[in-house]
């Protein structure tokens, strides 16, 4: 298994342009999350999935957005980015909720804006 | 509003010593607590948890105690090896009907000197 992948790994954004960064595990989780994490700070949850079709905001969601058409996959959309959108965005997944199952981490994309 | 807080930012041991990793929370209401550890440009990985009708959970040479009253947890490492050398983040996380949310600490950078 893979397990979380997320492209891009680096990437650089002019004021107002947009992206989607990719995310897709391949260990048929039903949980996926995104957080970013801002220096010296930690993990903040942006949006988060409890299956295909179910999205949900999390403590920063604005300026993003979120879709989910497979288990598998889990892309969050930046439109017209901001400086303040300057961080390192990790997905994660995880099996379920009730099982309270701690969450795989991809290994993160850092993003900047200018 | 911080709910889950690490106040060091590092901490450095010598090889062979025990490590004590601090966290408090602030949510009475969480009942699930993890710990993380990671990397430079990698993601977070799972170490252990601890369910808070628990005081102390054990996995190897990782033992997590939980503190309910004093809203506090706390992972020892022993003994500290080189290789534990990283950013550990604490997270929590209370049942939700809105779903699975957790809470990271902004994390406490480890060096363990050989």
């Known amino acids: 298994n893979a397990g979380v992948t997320q492209t891009p790994k680096f990437r650089i954004l002019k004021i107002g342009q947009s992206m989607t960064l990719q995310c897709t595990q391949d260990m048929n989780h039903n949980y996926m999350y995104w957080y970013r994490q801002d220096p010296g700070m930690g993990l903040k949850l942006i949006y988060y999935s409890v299956g295909a079709g179910i999205t949900d905001k999390g403590e920063v969601p604005n300026g993003y957005n979120v879709s989910r058409s497979t288990t598998e996959d889990f892309p969050l959309r930046l439109e017209l980015a901001a400086p303040s959108q300057t961080s390192v965005y990790f997905c994660a997944s995880s099996p379920s909720e009730l099982s309270r199952n701690a969450q795989y981490f991809g290994p993160g994309t850092r993003l900047t804006v200018l | 509003d911080q709910q889950v807080k690490q106040n060091s930012p590092s901490l450095s041991v010598q090889e062979g010593r025990i490590s004590i990793l601090n966290c408090d929370y602030t949510?009475?209401?969480?009942?699930?607590f993890l710990w993380y550890k990671k990397y430079p440009a990698e993601g977070p990985t799972f170490l252990i948890s601890?369910?808070?009708?628990?005081d102390k959970n054990e996995d190897g040479r990782f033992t997590v105690f939980l503190n309910k009253s004093a809203k506090h947890l706390s992972l020892h490492i022993v003994p500290s090896q080189p290789g534990d050398s990283a950013v550990y983040f604490c997270a929590a996380s209370e049942i939700s009907g809105t779903g699975n949310q957790f809470y990271f600490g902004t994390g406490t950078s480890l060096t363990v000197i050989p």
């Open positions: 949510n009475s209401m969480f009942d699930y």
């Open positions: 601890i369910s808070s009708i628990k």
